[in-house]
């Protein structure tokens, strides 16, 4: 479901889902993690996604100028395969998942996008794709568990599943005192292409 956008700026990135099975997989992986390591601020299952482009944030101007060539670029790409695997830490305080599969497949796509952005006009901060989810992070002024956690995923390896669509997310939705929420602005599912 496409969400409303509201304000007159959106931060915004374009990114692949894994599908619910993939990640309950996953979920069920950390169960000892989440009881360990209650203080950690832990991302909600339904928002893990790995970015292929962070645009940040954007007037909603540059929403429907994104909207055609990503819906393009989609119908035109095959679906990449690839799986949660491993665990990993940024800094000691961010905990992510690895990702495993078709890693070719998934920086071509990564690159794809990103052309397509900078043919829009859009500036962003183009760092290289390291792929990953973010699962949580420390929180402020307490002990990082990150590194303990990320050691618990080591030998996990999920299994291999398809990214079928790309999103276009919007994560400004529910910005206060509480967690950001990311929601869908718009995904289109891959053709089979390319």
């Not at 794809?112 to 794709?129: I, K, M, T």
């Not at 303990?148 to 910005?175: M, P």
């Amino acid at each position: 479901m496409n969400a409303p956008i509201q304000s007159s700026t959106v931060r915004i990135f374009i990114a692949l889902a894994p599908p619910d099975d993939a990640k309950e997989e996953l979920a069920r992986e950390l169960c000892p993690a989440y009881e360990a390591y209650p203080r950690m601020r832990w991302n909600r299952i339904e928002d893990w996604h790995i970015t292929l482009a962070f645009l940040g944030e954007l007037p909603v101007e540059t929403v429907p100028l994104l909207r055609p060539p990503l819906a393009a670029l989609a119908a035109g790409h095959r679906p990449v395969r690839l799986a949660l695997h491993g665990g990993g830490h940024f800094d000691d305080r961010v905990l992510w998942s690895g990702i495993g599969g078709d890693l070719e497949g998934l920086h071509s796509l990564a690159a794809e996008v990103r052309a397509v952005v900078r043919e829009c006009g859009v500036p962003f901060e183009d760092r290289p794709l390291r792929p990953h989810l973010t699962l949580a992070r420390s929180r402020r002024n307490a002990p990082s568990c990150a590194v303990e956690a990320a050691e618990a995923l080591d030998s996990f390896t999920g299994r291999l599943w398809l990214a079928e669509r790309l999103h276009l997310v919007g994560s400004n939705i529910g910005r206060g005192p509480g967690p950001i929420h990311y929601r869908d602005i718009e995904a289109w599912g891959f053709g089979g292409g390319s």
